[in-house]
């Protein structure tokens, strides 16, 4: 059973989807990836939603971009949450995606990332499996993170002003 169905409209959209199944996989939460297009392949599309349902899947991710309705078609079949991933390929970069994945009609809710926000995509479905009743382990893991990313910076900021002074020292 695959917690997590992450669901890209091409293999093209591979650097953005990686950093999230990265993530879902350092945490052992199980996923399944598919490549299936709204667009290309709607029948498919239909059918991998049906199935990854009676699999059990929780969260569903969708990534994709351009004329992005991807995330749309996805809502349109399940009332599991859906995570929206704007991919920036094509001319626009982007906002062509984000405008397509974000804009839902109400009742259809997209929880829709940045523009190539593949990491924020893993960590917002994370958060989303914390709440289920034997989610105490995977919380615990997401506190120690926002915790690291506190260090990381308060480590970097002291790095950036010991150069500054370092320079100072020099010039004085
Ligand atoms: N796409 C595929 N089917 C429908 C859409 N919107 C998106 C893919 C990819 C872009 O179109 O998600 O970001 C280009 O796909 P490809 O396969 O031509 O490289």
């Not at 991807?70 to 349109?76: E, F, R, T, Y």
């Not at 593949?118 to 499996?129: C, D, E, P, T, Y």
């Given at each position: 059973m695959a917690l997590v169905t992450v669901i890209t409209g091409s293999v093209s959209d591979?650097?953005?989807v990686d950093p999230a199944l990265d993530i879902l996989r350092n945490h052992k939460v199980s996923y399944e990836l598919v490549v299936a297009s709204a667009h290309r392949d709607p029948e498919r599309l239909i059918q991998i939603i049906k199935e990854s349902?009676?699999?059990g899947t929780r969260v569903?991710?969708?990534a994709a971009g351009m004329a992005a309705h991807?995330?749309?078609?996805?809502?349109?079949h399940t009332v599991r949450p859906v995570i929206g991933l704007p991919v920036g390929s094509g001319p626009l970069k982007g906002q062509d995606s984000l405008l397509s994945t974000v804009m839902m009609p109400s009742g259809m809710p997209v929880a829709t990332v940045a523009i190539d926000g593949?990491?924020?995509?893993?960590?917002?479905?994370?958060?989303?499996?914390a709440l289920l009743p034997d989610g105490a382990k995977l919380q615990k893991e997401l506190e120690d993170e926002r915790e690291r990313i506190r260090e990381t910076i308060q480590d970097a900021e002291k790095q950036w002003l010991k150069e500054l002074e370092d320079k100072n020292s020099v010039t004085a």
């Open positions: 591979r650097t953005v349902e009676e699999k569903f991710i969708a991807l995330a749309g078609a996805v809502a349109a593949g990491k924020n995509a893993a960590w917002l479905a994370l958060q989303i499996l």
